[in-house]
């Protein structure tokens, strides 16, 4: 599964950094509770010197628009209009992936959730773009500067408790250089359009790497690495978020 939000705010991406992306209730089975860490991503985070952990400094100052080295302020903010500061690309492994990781206990699935991941991020990355202005159209930069957060648990959905769910969230900051190297904000129409593309890397990943180390896998909907031998029941008992789904689409007779 991936998933791309719309634009997200400067004070929405503020707050998921502690609320949501580095909250340890993501992180459940792997972490008890630990602090989360995200890593950086991408050519643009390569260029800027920015390896390794994620750093809450720079990332909000990337979060503003701004140099995260120096604080120099690179997108121009108008007065009185919200500033579009980043989008969220979700990406998921199955239930029965996240279950063998998770409560089977397989570490090794985690990390190739993780290159996957890294995978599908760099094949959208390819295709990231900078606005030019009003009559010039948009200019492929293929760079951006990213931050990557894997949480091994979904919300929990009324009274249920948090279910095992691999997933990770690439937040991919709105700023990108162009060719004469300036920065500019980005134009993310062709990464939407690129999102089963995205998806399509991802899973073929997943697929090839648990077949290396001896599992037996199919391609479900949407390109999806299924390990086979879980019962259909099992997997729809710990999809509390699509039981709730079937019981909205029930009341309303769809």
Excluded: C
């Amino acid at each position: 599964m991936i998933r791309m939000s719309g634009a997200l705010h400067e004070k929405t991406v503020a707050e998921y950094y502690k609320k949501e992306y580095t909250n340890r209730e993501n992180r459940s089975y792997y972490s008890q509770g630990g602090e989360l860490r995200g890593e950086w991503h991408g050519e643009l985070a390569k260029d800027l010197e920015l390896t390794g952990a994620v750093d809450w400094e720079q990332y909000n100052r990337l979060v503003k628009g701004q140099d995260p080295n120096s604080g120099e302020q690179w997108i121009k903010i108008r007065e009185g209009v919200a500033h579009r500061s980043a989008y969220d690309i979700t990406i998921g492994a199955h239930k029965s992936v996240s279950d063998a990781a998770l409560v089977g206990g397989d570490t090794r699935i985690l990390e190739i959730h993780q290159r996957a991941v890294r995978k599908a991020a760099s094949a959208i990355e390819e295709y990231a773009q900078v606005k030019l202005g009003n009559t010039r159209g948009a200019e492929i930069t293929g760079k951006w500067a990213a931050a990557i957060f894997t949480h091994d648990s979904a919300r929990p959905v009324g009274e249920h408790i948090p279910r095992q769910q691999l997933h990770s969230h690439v937040v991919v900051f709105n700023l990108s250089r162009d060719r004469e190297g300036q920065v500019r904000a980005m134009e993310a129409r062709e990464l939407y359009r690129v999102q089963s593309y995205g998806a399509a890397v991802y899973h073929s990943e997943v697929a090839a790497d648990l077949r290396a180390i001896g599992y037996r896998v199919r391609t479900g909907t949407n390109y999806s690495a299924e390990i086979v031998g879980y019962a259909k029941e099992y997997l729809d008992s710990i999809s509390d978020r699509r039981e709730q789904i079937n019981q909205h689409l029930k009341e309303r007779g769809l």
